[in-house]
């Protein structure tokens, strides 16, 4: 029979790995994917972590299999050669041409948003490499509150968004996100969304869980209510299990083959 899946994107915190858990990748998950990977099968950890983060936790995750991809910070491809990940230049390049471009126009608004900020919050405010704002705060309820306020003001900038992640946010170009990653990656492999499964927990999930990237939707039971929606108006399946459980159970799910 042929693999329905062809390419696998997982969501890496909270999807696939889950901390406080031992093993924080589940082995099954681990046996699937190596399964699916010899059936000839690709998998991509889709994730707004940066390299050395994820690979450190990997590491210590003591996972057996190797993803045939990255995308990094929700926006950055890397690609599995021998020993290591190297960067897709073409396009990492055009992205943070792109994204230098975007936040130029940012920087004259960024000390009075700070200030406006820091009269409403108290919220953890910094620059890093890839968004001269990013924020962490206390609880979501409060990231609920400054993230309705960063969404009005990326209205006055056009392209501009706000990828959040629980309680962390940072600013993005529009047109590169884990969705927009995906694609890239599917059509360089030459497979079509109708053969792509995506699977996610949290908002900077959205734009890769849109059948415009793949046909085959999930979430686990952990993943956030706007998520959980997103799946099921795109048809996919909701597990009711938990993190990479989860995640193993819905790649289950869409091998079956079913009497239609
Ligand atoms: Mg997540």
Redesign the pocket.
Known sequence: MTLPIKLIST?????LFAEFESPPIPRHLQQLIARLQAEGAKWVIN??REMSSLMETLARANISVEPDHLVLVEREIHLHRESQYVGLEEWNAACTRTHAALFAQVQPALPRVISWLNDHFHASIYEDAYSPLCLIAKDNQQMDAIDAYLQAFCQTIPDLTVVR??VYARFSHRAYNKGSALGEIARRLGIGCGQVFAV???L??LPMLSRRYAAFLAAPANAVAPVKEAVRLGGGYLSSRLHGHGVADAIKYYLEPRVC
């Open positions: 969501d890496f915190d909270g999807t994730t707004g992640n629980d996610g927990d949290h900077n999930d």
